[in-house]
Protein backbone atom coordinates (compact mmCIF):
# COMPACT_ATOMS: atom_id res chain seq x y z
CA UNK A 1 0.00 0.00 0.00
CA UNK A 2 1.31 3.46 -1.30
CA UNK A 3 0.91 6.30 1.86
CA UNK A 4 -2.64 7.74 1.47
CA UNK A 5 -3.04 10.80 0.37
CA UNK A 6 -5.31 13.37 2.34
CA UNK A 7 -7.70 14.78 0.59
CA UNK A 8 -7.65 18.94 0.47
CA UNK A 9 -9.85 20.87 2.73
CA UNK A 10 -12.69 22.25 0.83
CA UNK A 11 -12.67 25.29 0.15
CA UNK A 12 -16.33 26.39 1.11
CA UNK A 13 -17.19 28.23 4.41
CA UNK A 14 -18.83 26.60 7.23
CA UNK A 15 -21.91 28.66 6.02
CA UNK A 16 -21.53 27.52 2.70
CA UNK A 17 -21.49 24.01 3.66
CA UNK A 18 -24.68 24.56 5.85
CA UNK A 19 -26.66 26.15 3.34
CA UNK A 20 -26.16 23.18 0.85
CA UNK A 21 -26.83 20.65 3.15
CA UNK A 22 -30.00 21.97 4.28
CA UNK A 23 -32.91 20.33 2.58
CA UNK A 24 -30.90 17.04 3.60
CA UNK A 25 -30.44 17.92 6.72
CA UNK A 26 -34.19 18.64 6.87
CA UNK A 27 -35.72 15.51 4.82
CA UNK A 28 -34.65 13.00 7.78
CA UNK A 29 -36.10 10.62 5.75
CA UNK A 30 -35.41 8.91 2.00
CA UNK A 31 -35.58 5.45 0.09
CA UNK A 32 -32.96 3.24 -1.37
CA UNK A 33 -33.49 1.11 -4.24
CA UNK A 34 -31.39 -1.66 -5.26
CA UNK A 35 -32.06 -3.27 -8.57
CA UNK A 36 -29.92 -4.79 -11.16
CA UNK A 37 -28.97 -7.89 -13.03
CA UNK A 38 -28.91 -9.77 -9.39
CA UNK A 39 -33.19 -8.91 -9.18
CA UNK A 40 -33.88 -11.28 -12.14
CA UNK A 41 -32.82 -14.06 -10.11
CA UNK A 42 -34.41 -13.13 -6.76
CA UNK A 43 -31.72 -14.39 -4.76
CA UNK A 44 -32.34 -18.39 -5.96
CA UNK A 45 -29.31 -20.46 -7.12
CA UNK A 46 -30.17 -24.18 -8.64
CA UNK A 47 -33.53 -23.80 -7.04
CA UNK A 48 -32.05 -23.01 -3.48
CA UNK A 49 -31.98 -19.60 -1.51
CA UNK A 50 -28.37 -18.36 -2.82
CA UNK A 51 -27.02 -16.73 0.50
CA UNK A 52 -28.73 -15.76 3.49
CA UNK A 53 -28.39 -12.34 3.28
CA UNK A 54 -26.45 -10.07 -0.39
CA UNK A 55 -28.77 -11.46 -3.12
CA UNK A 56 -27.05 -8.20 -4.62
CA UNK A 57 -23.60 -10.08 -4.27
CA UNK A 58 -25.50 -12.95 -6.57
CA UNK A 59 -22.08 -13.28 -8.68
CA UNK A 60 -19.93 -13.10 -5.57
CA UNK A 61 -22.14 -15.90 -3.49
CA UNK A 62 -22.61 -18.00 -6.56
CA UNK A 63 -18.97 -17.86 -7.63
CA UNK A 64 -19.62 -17.67 -11.18
CA UNK A 65 -17.20 -15.87 -13.34
CA UNK A 66 -18.82 -12.57 -15.59
CA UNK A 67 -19.28 -14.53 -18.73
CA UNK A 68 -21.12 -17.23 -16.68
CA UNK A 69 -23.12 -14.60 -14.23
CA UNK A 70 -24.47 -12.37 -17.94
CA UNK A 71 -25.49 -15.10 -19.42
CA UNK A 72 -28.20 -16.25 -16.45
CA UNK A 73 -28.93 -13.07 -15.49
CA UNK A 74 -29.55 -11.74 -18.60
CA UNK A 75 -31.94 -13.92 -19.63
CA UNK A 76 -35.36 -13.16 -19.51
CA UNK A 77 -34.48 -9.88 -18.13
CA UNK A 78 -36.84 -6.70 -18.51
CA UNK A 79 -38.00 -4.06 -17.14
CA UNK A 80 -42.14 -2.65 -16.07
CA UNK A 81 -42.87 0.13 -18.66
CA UNK A 82 -43.50 2.00 -15.11
CA UNK A 83 -41.32 0.12 -12.50
CA UNK A 84 -39.41 3.77 -11.84
CA UNK A 85 -42.58 5.62 -11.86
CA UNK A 86 -43.43 3.09 -8.99
CA UNK A 87 -40.88 3.40 -7.29
CA UNK A 88 -40.85 7.29 -7.18
CA UNK A 89 -44.64 7.19 -6.38
CA UNK A 90 -44.06 4.82 -3.52
CA UNK A 91 -41.14 6.98 -1.70
CA UNK A 92 -43.62 10.05 -2.59
CA UNK A 93 -46.61 8.08 -0.50
CA UNK A 94 -44.15 6.92 2.28
CA UNK A 95 -43.06 10.46 3.05
CA UNK A 96 -39.57 10.12 1.71
CA UNK A 97 -38.19 13.63 0.49
CA UNK A 98 -35.41 11.93 -1.80
CA UNK A 99 -34.85 8.48 -3.22
CA UNK A 100 -31.04 6.49 -3.90
CA UNK A 101 -30.84 4.38 -7.18
CA UNK A 102 -28.13 1.46 -7.87
CA UNK A 103 -26.83 3.38 -11.29
CA UNK A 104 -24.24 0.18 -10.80
CA UNK A 105 -23.59 -2.00 -8.53
CA UNK A 106 -20.73 -4.44 -7.67
CA UNK A 107 -21.43 -6.91 -10.96
CA UNK A 108 -20.91 -3.51 -13.34
CA UNK A 109 -24.15 -3.90 -15.08
CA UNK A 110 -25.04 -0.18 -15.64
CA UNK A 111 -28.60 0.88 -15.67
CA UNK A 112 -27.81 4.00 -17.80
CA UNK A 113 -26.56 4.38 -21.33
CA UNK A 114 -22.91 4.21 -21.44
CA UNK A 115 -20.43 5.18 -24.17
CA UNK A 116 -17.71 2.86 -22.62
CA UNK A 117 -19.57 -0.15 -21.83
CA UNK A 118 -22.72 -2.22 -23.36
CA UNK A 119 -23.38 -3.92 -20.13
CA UNK A 120 -26.15 -2.22 -19.71
CA UNK A 121 -30.04 -1.78 -19.68
CA UNK A 122 -29.35 0.55 -22.99
CA UNK A 123 -27.93 -2.47 -24.22
CA UNK A 124 -29.82 -5.31 -23.29
CA UNK A 125 -33.32 -3.91 -23.64
CA UNK A 126 -32.93 -0.87 -24.67
CA UNK A 127 -33.94 1.56 -21.70
CA UNK A 128 -32.15 4.19 -19.72
CA UNK A 129 -33.55 3.07 -16.31
CA UNK A 130 -31.50 5.61 -14.45
CA UNK A 131 -33.19 8.80 -17.08
CA UNK A 132 -36.71 7.11 -16.53
CA UNK A 133 -35.73 7.34 -12.79
CA UNK A 134 -34.75 10.80 -12.87
CA UNK A 135 -38.25 12.01 -14.56
CA UNK A 136 -40.16 10.01 -11.85
CA UNK A 137 -38.23 11.91 -9.07
CA UNK A 138 -38.92 15.04 -10.76
CA UNK A 139 -42.56 14.58 -11.29
CA UNK A 140 -43.10 13.31 -7.72
CA UNK A 141 -40.85 16.35 -6.14
CA UNK A 142 -38.49 14.32 -4.86
CA UNK A 143 -34.37 14.62 -4.29
CA UNK A 144 -32.47 12.45 -6.54
CA UNK A 145 -29.85 10.42 -5.48
CA UNK A 146 -27.08 8.03 -7.49
CA UNK A 147 -25.56 5.42 -5.73
CA UNK A 148 -22.81 3.91 -7.63
CA UNK A 149 -20.17 1.36 -6.98
CA UNK A 150 -16.30 1.65 -7.42
CA UNK A 151 -15.90 -2.04 -6.94
CA UNK A 152 -16.72 -3.45 -10.29
CA UNK A 153 -16.35 -7.13 -10.85
CA UNK A 154 -16.87 -6.69 -14.77
CA UNK A 155 -15.11 -4.20 -16.07
CA UNK A 156 -11.33 -5.78 -17.67
CA UNK A 157 -8.87 -3.77 -16.02
CA UNK A 158 -9.99 -3.42 -12.49
CA UNK A 159 -7.14 -4.73 -10.38
CA UNK A 160 -8.87 -6.77 -7.81
CA UNK A 161 -5.78 -7.81 -7.06
CA UNK A 162 -4.79 -4.64 -5.21
CA UNK A 163 -7.41 -5.05 -2.21
CA UNK A 164 -6.88 -7.79 -0.31
CA UNK A 165 -10.34 -7.03 1.37
CA UNK A 166 -12.44 -5.60 -1.37
CA UNK A 167 -14.80 -9.15 -2.56
CA UNK A 168 -14.06 -10.58 -5.94
CA UNK A 169 -16.04 -13.45 -7.29
CA UNK A 170 -13.83 -17.12 -6.53
CA UNK A 171 -14.43 -18.07 -10.23
CA UNK A 172 -13.79 -14.85 -11.88
CA UNK A 173 -10.36 -14.47 -9.49
CA UNK A 174 -9.54 -17.78 -11.31
CA UNK A 175 -10.41 -16.79 -14.90
CA UNK A 176 -8.24 -13.81 -14.85
CA UNK A 177 -5.36 -14.55 -12.72
CA UNK A 178 -2.09 -13.84 -14.41
CA UNK A 179 -3.56 -11.31 -16.26
CA UNK A 180 -2.01 -8.22 -16.30
CA UNK A 181 -4.31 -5.32 -15.08
CA UNK A 182 -3.87 -1.73 -15.62
CA UNK A 183 -6.30 0.04 -12.81
CA UNK A 184 -5.90 3.58 -14.21
CA UNK A 185 -7.84 2.43 -17.52
CA UNK A 186 -11.01 1.48 -14.54
CA UNK A 187 -10.10 5.10 -12.70
CA UNK A 188 -10.72 6.45 -15.94
CA UNK A 189 -13.69 4.85 -17.08
CA UNK A 190 -15.60 5.31 -13.13
CA UNK A 191 -14.93 8.91 -13.80
CA UNK A 192 -15.83 9.41 -16.84
CA UNK A 193 -19.28 7.46 -16.17
CA UNK A 194 -19.96 9.28 -12.84
CA UNK A 195 -18.70 12.63 -14.13
CA UNK A 196 -18.87 13.18 -17.84
CA UNK A 197 -22.44 10.46 -18.07
CA UNK A 198 -24.16 10.45 -14.75
CA UNK A 199 -23.86 13.86 -13.70
CA UNK A 200 -23.90 15.90 -16.97
CA UNK A 201 -26.86 14.08 -18.65
CA UNK A 202 -29.56 14.21 -16.18
CA UNK A 203 -29.49 17.44 -15.14
CA UNK A 204 -29.35 18.46 -11.64
CA UNK A 205 -28.74 15.56 -9.22
CA UNK A 206 -29.00 16.12 -5.23
CA UNK A 207 -26.67 12.96 -3.75
CA UNK A 208 -24.00 10.94 -4.89
CA UNK A 209 -23.57 7.69 -3.07
CA UNK A 210 -20.03 5.60 -3.52
CA UNK A 211 -19.46 2.27 -2.50
CA UNK A 212 -16.96 1.11 -1.06
CA UNK A 213 -13.61 0.98 -0.07
CA UNK A 214 -11.38 -1.01 2.31
CA UNK A 215 -9.04 -0.71 5.24
CA UNK A 216 -6.15 -1.49 2.60
CA UNK A 217 -7.23 0.43 -0.59
CA UNK A 218 -9.29 3.41 -0.90
CA UNK A 219 -9.32 7.01 -2.00
CA UNK A 220 -6.93 8.60 -4.10
CA UNK A 221 -5.18 5.61 -4.83
CA UNK A 222 -8.09 3.21 -5.63
CA UNK A 223 -10.12 5.74 -7.20
CA UNK A 224 -8.26 8.79 -7.76
CA UNK A 225 -10.67 10.36 -5.57
CA UNK A 226 -9.01 13.40 -4.95
CA UNK A 227 -9.82 14.84 -8.83
CA UNK A 228 -12.97 12.88 -8.98
CA UNK A 229 -14.05 14.54 -6.12
CA UNK A 230 -12.91 17.93 -7.69
CA UNK A 231 -14.94 17.29 -11.18
CA UNK A 232 -18.01 16.04 -9.60
CA UNK A 233 -18.17 19.09 -7.28
CA UNK A 234 -17.19 21.17 -10.46
CA UNK A 235 -20.54 19.86 -12.84
CA UNK A 236 -22.69 19.74 -9.60
CA UNK A 237 -21.48 22.58 -6.77
CA UNK A 238 -24.37 21.82 -4.75
CA UNK A 239 -24.29 18.01 -5.18
CA UNK A 240 -24.35 15.97 -1.57
CA UNK A 241 -21.63 13.27 -1.30
CA UNK A 242 -21.08 9.97 1.38
CA UNK A 243 -17.58 9.23 2.02
CA UNK A 244 -17.21 5.67 1.06
CA UNK A 245 -14.36 6.66 -1.20
CA UNK A 246 -12.39 6.33 1.82
CA UNK A 247 -11.97 3.41 3.88
CA UNK A 248 -14.84 2.76 6.23
CA UNK A 249 -14.20 2.35 9.87
CA UNK A 250 -12.02 -0.19 11.57
CA UNK A 251 -15.08 -2.31 12.85
CA UNK A 252 -17.46 -2.17 9.47
CA UNK A 253 -20.15 -0.04 9.20
CA UNK A 254 -22.66 -1.91 10.95
CA UNK A 255 -22.43 -3.32 14.98
CA UNK A 256 -19.25 -1.98 16.01
CA UNK A 257 -19.29 -1.36 19.93
CA UNK A 258 -18.23 2.03 19.65
CA UNK A 259 -19.61 4.10 16.54
CA UNK A 260 -15.69 4.37 15.12
CA UNK A 261 -16.43 6.53 12.56
CA UNK A 262 -13.50 8.87 14.25
CA UNK A 263 -11.16 9.47 10.93
CA UNK A 264 -14.23 9.57 8.71
CA UNK A 265 -16.10 12.50 10.58
CA UNK A 266 -14.15 15.37 8.28
CA UNK A 267 -15.65 17.34 5.62
CA UNK A 268 -12.44 16.47 3.28
CA UNK A 269 -13.91 12.80 3.49
CA UNK A 270 -17.28 13.58 2.24
CA UNK A 271 -20.77 15.40 3.51
CA UNK A 272 -22.02 12.47 5.40
CA UNK A 273 -21.35 8.86 7.27
CA UNK A 274 -23.14 5.86 6.63
CA UNK A 275 -23.92 3.75 9.50
CA UNK A 276 -25.29 0.38 7.59
CA UNK A 277 -27.93 -1.76 9.26
CA UNK A 278 -27.27 0.13 12.81
CA UNK A 279 -28.50 2.35 14.34
CA UNK A 280 -26.05 4.22 16.93
CA UNK A 281 -26.91 3.84 20.23
CA UNK A 282 -26.11 7.47 21.44
CA UNK A 283 -26.21 9.53 17.87
CA UNK A 284 -23.00 10.71 16.20
CA UNK A 285 -22.70 13.67 17.69
CA UNK A 286 -22.43 16.69 15.41
CA UNK A 287 -21.40 15.17 12.59
CA UNK A 288 -24.19 14.10 9.55
CA UNK A 289 -25.06 10.83 9.00
CA UNK A 290 -27.59 8.46 7.21
CA UNK A 291 -28.30 4.96 8.79
CA UNK A 292 -29.23 2.63 5.63
CA UNK A 293 -31.45 -0.11 6.71
CA UNK A 294 -33.07 -3.35 4.78
CA UNK A 295 -36.92 -4.41 5.79
CA UNK A 296 -35.76 -8.16 5.30
CA UNK A 297 -31.98 -9.42 5.38
CA UNK A 298 -30.93 -8.14 2.06
CA UNK A 299 -30.11 -5.38 -0.25
CA UNK A 300 -31.06 -7.12 -3.84
CA UNK A 301 -34.96 -8.89 -3.86
CA UNK A 302 -34.61 -12.52 -2.37
CA UNK A 303 -37.72 -14.53 -2.45
CA UNK A 304 -37.18 -16.79 0.24
CA UNK A 305 -36.10 -14.15 2.40
CA UNK A 306 -39.79 -13.39 4.25
CA UNK A 307 -38.65 -12.14 7.54
CA UNK A 308 -39.87 -9.03 7.29
CA UNK A 309 -39.39 -6.51 10.10
CA UNK A 310 -43.22 -4.93 10.89
CA UNK A 311 -44.31 -1.60 10.23
CA UNK A 312 -43.97 -0.31 13.98
CA UNK A 313 -40.24 -1.85 13.72
CA UNK A 314 -39.57 0.64 10.71
CA UNK A 315 -41.47 3.81 12.38
CA UNK A 316 -39.82 3.36 15.77
CA UNK A 317 -36.56 3.35 13.68
CA UNK A 318 -37.61 6.24 12.23
CA UNK A 319 -38.24 7.91 15.21
CA UNK A 320 -35.14 6.67 17.05
CA UNK A 321 -32.63 8.02 14.04
CA UNK A 322 -34.93 11.18 14.25
CA UNK A 323 -34.34 11.60 17.97
CA UNK A 324 -30.34 10.98 17.37
CA UNK A 325 -30.04 13.86 14.52
CA UNK A 326 -29.77 11.15 11.42
CA UNK A 327 -31.42 10.27 8.44
CA UNK A 328 -32.88 7.07 7.45
CA UNK A 329 -32.51 5.54 4.28
CA UNK A 330 -35.10 2.64 4.10
CA UNK A 331 -34.13 -0.37 1.47
CA UNK A 332 -36.64 -1.69 -1.21
CA UNK A 333 -35.25 -4.15 -3.22
CA UNK A 334 -37.92 -4.49 -6.67
CA UNK A 335 -38.46 -8.42 -7.94
CA UNK A 336 -37.17 -9.00 -11.09
CA UNK A 337 -39.11 -7.04 -13.15
CA UNK A 338 -38.63 -4.03 -11.37
CA UNK A 339 -42.14 -4.83 -9.04
CA UNK A 340 -42.07 -3.50 -5.30
CA UNK A 341 -42.98 -6.72 -2.98
CA UNK A 342 -46.05 -6.41 -1.48
CA UNK A 343 -44.13 -6.29 1.81
CA UNK A 344 -42.36 -3.25 1.14
CA UNK A 345 -45.15 -1.49 -0.22
CA UNK A 346 -47.44 -1.79 3.07
CA UNK A 347 -44.46 -1.02 5.41
CA UNK A 348 -43.67 2.23 3.39
CA UNK A 349 -47.54 3.19 2.91
CA UNK A 350 -47.95 2.64 6.44
CA UNK A 351 -45.27 4.73 7.75
CA UNK A 352 -46.40 7.53 4.84
CA UNK A 353 -49.81 7.28 6.97
CA UNK A 354 -47.88 7.97 10.27
CA UNK A 355 -45.63 10.24 8.74
CA UNK A 356 -48.75 12.68 7.23
CA UNK A 357 -50.22 12.96 10.82
CA UNK A 358 -47.02 13.32 12.42
CA UNK A 359 -44.62 15.33 9.34
CA UNK A 360 -44.31 18.10 11.52
CA UNK A 361 -42.29 15.95 14.59
CA UNK A 362 -40.31 14.57 11.37
CA UNK A 363 -39.11 17.34 8.81
CA UNK A 364 -37.00 19.63 9.85
CA UNK A 365 -36.38 19.10 13.37
CA UNK A 366 -33.15 17.84 15.37
CA UNK A 367 -31.93 15.17 17.86
CA UNK A 368 -33.61 15.58 21.49
CA UNK A 369 -32.19 17.51 24.63
CA UNK A 370 -31.84 14.49 26.72
CA UNK A 371 -28.25 12.03 26.55
CA UNK A 372 -30.03 9.28 28.24
CA UNK A 373 -32.68 7.67 26.05
CA UNK A 374 -36.19 7.58 27.16
CA UNK A 375 -38.33 4.16 28.20
CA UNK A 376 -41.51 5.49 26.64
CA UNK A 377 -40.21 6.52 23.19
CA UNK A 378 -38.05 9.35 21.46
CA UNK A 379 -37.81 13.03 21.64
CA UNK A 380 -37.27 15.65 18.37
CA UNK A 381 -36.80 19.16 18.67
CA UNK A 382 -37.02 22.93 17.00
CA UNK A 383 -36.29 25.86 18.37
CA UNK A 384 -38.79 26.33 21.76
CA UNK A 385 -40.47 22.67 20.76
CA UNK A 386 -40.06 19.28 21.75
CA UNK A 387 -41.98 16.68 19.93
CA UNK A 388 -42.27 13.58 22.37
CA UNK A 389 -43.48 10.35 19.94
CA UNK A 390 -44.43 7.77 22.09
CA UNK A 391 -43.92 4.05 21.76
CA UNK A 392 -45.62 2.94 25.86
CA UNK A 393 -48.91 4.31 25.48
CA UNK A 394 -49.37 3.47 29.44
CA UNK A 395 -46.26 5.30 30.41
CA UNK A 396 -46.49 7.48 32.73
CA UNK A 397 -44.09 10.66 31.32
CA UNK A 398 -41.99 13.02 32.88
CA UNK A 399 -39.05 14.93 32.03
CA UNK A 400 -36.42 16.91 33.25
CA UNK A 401 -37.54 21.00 32.36
CA UNK A 402 -35.10 24.11 32.51
CA UNK A 403 -37.76 25.88 31.05
CA UNK A 404 -41.54 26.38 31.89
CA UNK A 405 -43.81 24.38 29.22
CA UNK A 406 -46.95 26.73 27.47
CA UNK A 407 -48.80 24.26 26.06
CA UNK A 408 -49.15 20.63 25.01
CA UNK A 409 -51.16 19.59 22.05
CA UNK A 410 -51.25 16.40 20.13
CA UNK A 411 -50.40 16.20 16.78
CA UNK A 412 -52.82 15.55 13.86
CA UNK A 413 -56.01 15.34 16.81
CA UNK A 414 -57.72 18.34 18.44
CA UNK A 415 -58.21 16.37 21.70
CA UNK A 416 -57.23 18.85 25.05
CA UNK A 417 -53.95 16.94 26.81
CA UNK A 418 -53.66 16.49 30.47
CA UNK A 419 -50.28 17.99 31.45
CA UNK A 420 -48.86 18.94 34.73
CA UNK A 421 -46.01 21.95 34.26
CA UNK A 422 -44.02 23.12 36.79
CA UNK A 423 -40.22 25.53 36.20
CA UNK A 424 -39.07 22.25 36.83
CA UNK A 425 -40.28 19.02 35.92
CA UNK A 426 -43.41 17.94 33.18
CA UNK A 427 -45.91 14.94 34.04
CA UNK A 428 -48.07 13.62 31.24
CA UNK A 429 -49.69 10.14 31.84
CA UNK A 430 -50.16 8.32 28.39
CA UNK A 431 -52.81 6.34 29.48
CA UNK A 432 -54.96 8.73 28.69
CA UNK A 433 -54.43 9.82 25.24
CA UNK A 434 -57.06 8.10 22.87
CA UNK A 435 -56.90 4.54 22.45
CA UNK A 436 -56.61 4.64 18.74
CA UNK A 437 -53.60 6.19 17.97
CA UNK A 438 -50.45 4.73 16.76
CA UNK A 439 -47.23 6.12 18.14
CA UNK A 440 -48.99 9.47 18.89
CA UNK A 441 -46.38 12.58 18.87
CA UNK A 442 -47.10 15.17 21.96
CA UNK A 443 -45.73 18.61 20.48
CA UNK A 444 -44.91 20.62 23.60
CA UNK A 445 -44.46 23.90 23.31
CA UNK A 446 -41.92 26.40 25.90
C1 LIG B 1 -22.55 -2.29 0.61
C2 LIG B 1 -22.86 -3.22 -0.53
O1 LIG B 1 -21.87 -4.21 -0.60
C3 LIG B 1 -24.23 -3.82 -0.35
O2 LIG B 1 -24.55 -4.69 -1.40
C4 LIG B 1 -25.25 -2.71 -0.29
O3 LIG B 1 -25.26 -2.01 -1.54
C5 LIG B 1 -24.90 -1.76 0.84
C6 LIG B 1 -25.80 -0.55 0.90
O4 LIG B 1 -23.55 -1.29 0.73
O5 LIG B 1 -22.48 -3.03 1.81
C7 LIG B 1 -21.37 -3.11 2.58
C8 LIG B 1 -20.18 -2.65 2.20
C9 LIG B 1 -19.08 -2.80 3.06
C10 LIG B 1 -19.24 -3.39 4.28
C11 LIG B 1 -20.47 -3.83 4.68
C12 LIG B 1 -21.53 -3.71 3.83
N1 LIG B 1 -18.13 -3.51 5.14
O6 LIG B 1 -16.99 -3.29 4.71
O7 LIG B 1 -18.32 -3.79 6.34
Redesign the pocket.
Known sequence: MTSRIIPPTPTETAEERDERLKWWREARFGM?V?YGLYSNMEGIYQGKRVAFD?A??YQERTGLSSPAYEKLTTDGFSVLEDAAEQWAKLAKDAGCEYVVL?TK??DGFCLFNSDSTDFSTKNLINRDIVDEFVQACRKYGLKIGF?HSVLDWHHPQYDYTKSTLLPYPTDERARVDGIKRDHSKYQEYLHHQVVDELLTRYGKIDIIWF??S?MDFDGDEAWKSVSLTQNVKKKQPHIIFNNRLYR?PEG???GQEVDDFTDQMDPRYGDFVTP?QHIPPQGLGNVDWEA?VTMNYN?GYSKLDTDWKSSDELIQSLCDIVSKGGNYLLNIGPKKHGEIPVESVERMTEIGDWIKTNNEAIKGTKAGPFKTLQEWGRISTKPGIWYLMIFDKSALIELDLSTPVKDVSLLGNKEAVEWIGSDEKLTIDAGKLSESLKFPVLKVVF
Open positions: FHGEWTHHYDYARGFSECW
